[in-house]
């Protein structure tokens, strides 16, 4: 099976993971007026979510080293596709929440697996041009997803949403058992024991390269998720956009994050990575900086909140690709446990800043701009600590 081929059904598959997470959010205040419930418990649905989504990939990843990339896929997208009926016949918000964690739990292996799977296919700088083409795929879905829920929405409910999520889990179900062929040539077992699982886990949180390129996905994946959180909330009900307003607005982040992957794929192939990287921290910086300026000036509109978004957005996706790339190729063979702890780490803290953003008040844009501030300077105080200055002792010995 030809390369490009299975690149491209994969990076679809991984998008259904984001398509899952983002098509109703314009759809919080009317999921909150149905089931009469606050908006922090809406909220928590999407918390829920991402903590599916992250501690999943330590299932997923290990037993894809072990036993292949086919099975936990197709594992996963049958749960993905079992998570989107419940959602779409839930009766209250806890079995809303249930049907989530279940759909959590199978778009893991969309990502972990999916990831592995490119890694078994590229290597080095051609992975970081690939996961920018992928980062591309991930755009559109991030700009689609909402903007049609926006449109779902407003003519047919918040229910047909998780219809049409249901199909699309089922079909990415079938498409991949008849599609896809077996990626990993490094098949072992014993990866799979727990003294040799205990022992990989420690290789890779000793790494200081694996804790510096992981921090800082972390850090700027819980940036996102704080935006990802309070901007339904923040543009509806303060500023008063309508579900398919929103949508739009969703589209022109994305459309930043799609400038940036590609950008990105320009721009590796002249300059170092980790610059490429440290650049995406800056601009995240700028835009905090620049989301406070506008609170502090006493502006809350759509300009003030979509623009410094729409850079947060933009410098992530020069963060991303660099983070990967950098972070899994000193492992081709523990890629799935890799990855899964990666991705892991990721989404868990983002699920943490999600958490935390639900808690905060909803009619200001501060709690998203400090969130924006204090990712990049940890990312960069970590970065600096666990990656530049190892590389700067190995050249000067």
């Known amino acids: 099976m030809p390369k490009g081929f299975i690149f491209s059904i994969i990076v679809i598959i991984q998008a259904l993971g984001q398509v899952l997470a983002d098509m109703y959010l314009p759809s919080f205040p009317a999921i909150a007026s149905a089931f009469k419930t606050p908006m922090q418990n809406v909220e928590l649905t999407l918390t829920i979510y991402a ?33 989107s009926l419940i959602c779409f016949v839930a009766p209250n918000i806890e079995t809303l929440l249930l049907g989530r964690l279940c759909q959590a739990l199978g778009a893991g292996a969309t990502l972990a697996v999916g990831t592995a799977i490119l890694h078994d296919l590229f290597l080095g700088p051609t992975l970081s041009k690939y996961m920018s083409y992928a980062g591309v795929v991930f755009v559109v879905s991030l700009a689609l997803a909402p903007l049609l829920g926006g449109y779902i929405q407003t003519y047919l409910g918040w229910r047909a949403i998780f219809a049409l999520t249901t199909m699309l889990s089922i079909l990415a179900f079938i498409v991949f058992i008849f599609k896809i062929p077996e990626t990993n040539q490094h098949l072992n077992r014993e990866n799979l024991r727990y003294p040799i699982l205990k022992q990989n886990i420690r290789t890779l949180l000793s ?28 543009l509806e009900e303060v500023v008063g956009l309508s579900p398919i307003e929103y949508g739009w607005v969703y589209v022109a982040t994305s459309v930043a994050f799609a400038v940036g992957a ?8 002249r300059f170092d990575m980790n610059m490429i990287l440290q650049s995406g921290l800056v601009l995240m910086l700028i835009a ?25 957005l933009f410098s992530a996706s020069l963060v991303f690709p660099n983070t990967s790339a950098g972070l899994l190729h000193p492992f081709p063979h523990i890629t799935g446990i890799a990855s899964a702890l990666f ?51 190995q050249v000067s010995n």
């Open 51 to 83: 903590f599916g989504y992250g501690i999943s990939q330590l299932i997923y990843g290990p037993i894809s080293d072990g036993y292949g990339r086919r099975k936990p896929m197709v594992v996963g997208l049958f749960l993905c596709s079992l998570g």
């Open 207 to 234: 790494s200081p390269f694996f804790i510096g390129y992981a921090s800082c996905s972390l850090l700027t994946y819980g940036a996102i998720l704080a935006w990802i959180t309070a901007g339904p909330i923040l």
């Open 262 to 269: 590609f950008s990105n794929s320009k721009l590796v192939s």
């Open 288 to 312: 905090g900086l620049t989301m406070l300026l506008f609170e502090f000036m006493g502006s809350i509109n759509t300009g003030v909140i979509l623009g410094p978004a729409m850079l947060l």
């Open 343 to 393: 991705y892991s780490t990721r989404l868990l803290g983002g699920a943490i800043f999600s958490g935390w953003i639900a808690l905060m008040p909803h009619d200001t844009q501060m709690p998203m701009g400090f969130a924006f501030i204090i990712s990049a300077v940890l990312s960069w105080v970590i970065f600096y600590v666990t990656v530049l200055s190892k590389e700067r002792g």
